[in-house]
Structure formats: C-alpha cells, structure tokens
C-alpha cells in the first residue's frame, strides 16, 4: 500500500502561470486535507475534502486559490496567477473515514520566479 | 486562537540523554497527534492519543495528554542523532473540522 504520493516534488512558475498540485491518498481513504508550509514555519491549514466534497475551506485565499477531490482521481490544488508569496511547500494528508489518523506526503515545493 | 503552540521552540541535547516537549492548546479534543518533520521533508506520523488516554507508548516514545491543563507531552527516551527534526502537535478540535498545527519544536542530537 504506497503512502500519500504527491507530485510534482517541485515546481516551478513564473508569476502569472497557474500551479496544479496532485495528490493521491493512501489506497482506501476518503479524505485529504492541504496544508501550506513557509520556511521554519508551520503548517497552516487550507482546505479539508471528502471525496466530491468541500468540507472546510476556512483556510483557503478567497482568490486565485481552489481545491477538488474527484470521485475517481487525485486530488487537485490549484493556484491561478502565482505570485512570489505563492512560494512555499504544499502538504497534503490523507485518512480514513471515521479516523482522523492523518498520513502526509512528501510535499509539493512550490517557487514562483 | 486554536492553534496548538509547542514548547520550546528548540532544543538542543546529547545523544543518549531524553528529550521532552511539550504542546498546549486551547478548546476540547478528540484527539492530539505528533509527527515529526525532517528538513526539507514531509511529515511522519509518530502517535496519536485520544482525548480518554492519560499515557501512549511506541518505542522510544511516550506520550502524555493533560486535558484540564489541556496539554501534552512527547518524550523521547535515549536519543539519537537521527533524531534531529522538527516536532509537530496536531489537534482535531471538537468544534472544528480541520486538524490544526502548531509551529514546531526544532531538535537538534548532538553526537
């Protein structure tokens, strides 16, 4: 069972690109959540999904920035219009249903030139 | 704030010697999770305690959770170089969907 596989590792855009993050939950869970990460910082929540479901998006810019968790799929960050502060490492985390056990991959690092 | 908040922010120690750290937070639990995070890495699951346990081992690890004093331990016992990382408490709050972070304590084991 392969763990919580996001790609790409890293990224790279210029300002004004669009940046699309995947992750792929561990086999048989059904939620994701996406966490932001600022060098030696912590991780600051962004949205939280059930498979076809935004169940808290309180984390989220209100522009530019959207999320999805198809029935069949990855899950999906998507960011419109980089800018430089877009610049961080993006998490994602995957569980069960009924267990908030969360497993994370290893990160998106994100770079916006 | 909900925001779990670790203690200290960074320590420093000898191998073979316990490191604890500690984490607090605000409002009702249902659980309290640590992961830790080496640089430049993704985040490890190390344990999580339910909000009706006092006390957790794994391996060299014991965890404790306080919740009238709504806070919680991670021990490590005869550390190790490998060690050295980042350590995160992660709560799932009551009133809240979201598994919240807080901003780490830095480890460094000194060979």
């Known amino acids: 069972n392969a763990g919580v596989m996001q790609n790409p590792r890293h990224l790279v855009r210029r300002r004004g690109q669009e940046a699309r993050l995947r992750c792929s939950p561990m086999?048989?869970?059904?939620?994701v959540y996406w966490y932001r990460q600022l060098p030696e910082e912590g991780l600051k929540f962004m949205v939280y999904l059930q498979k076809e479901n935004i169940i808290d998006e309180s984390g989220m810019p209100k522009e530019r920035f959207s999320a999805e968790f198809p029935k069949e799929g990855p899950s999906i960050l998507r960011i419109q219009q980089v800018v430089r502060g877009d610049s961080a490492a993006y998490f994602c985390?995957?569980?069960?249903?009924?267990?908030?056990?969360?497993?994370f991959g290893q990160g998106t690092r994100l770079t916006v030139v | 704030s909900q925001q779990g908040e670790e203690d200290p922010q960074a320590l420093s120690i000898q191998e073979g010697e316990n490191a604890t750290m500690n984490c607090s937070y605000k409002t009702s639990i249902n659980n309290l999770q640590w992961y830790r995070q080496n640089s430049g890495r993704g985040l490890v699951h190390l344990i999580l305690i339910r909000s009706n346990e006092r006390e957790k081992h794994s391996g060299r690890l014991r965890v404790t959770l306080d919740t009238s004093k709504k806070s919680s331990s991670l021990l490590i016992t005869a550390s190790r170089a490998a060690d050295t990382a980042s350590y995160f408490c992660?709560?799932?709050?009551?009133?809240?969907?979201?598994?919240?972070f807080g901003s780490g304590t830095q480890l460094t084991v000194l060979p």
């Open positions: 985390a995957s569980h069960y249903q009924g267990n908030t056990e969360a497993f």
């Open positions: 992660a709560t799932s709050y009551r009133s809240a969907r979201q598994l919240t």
């Open positions: 086999k048989g869970h059904s939620h």
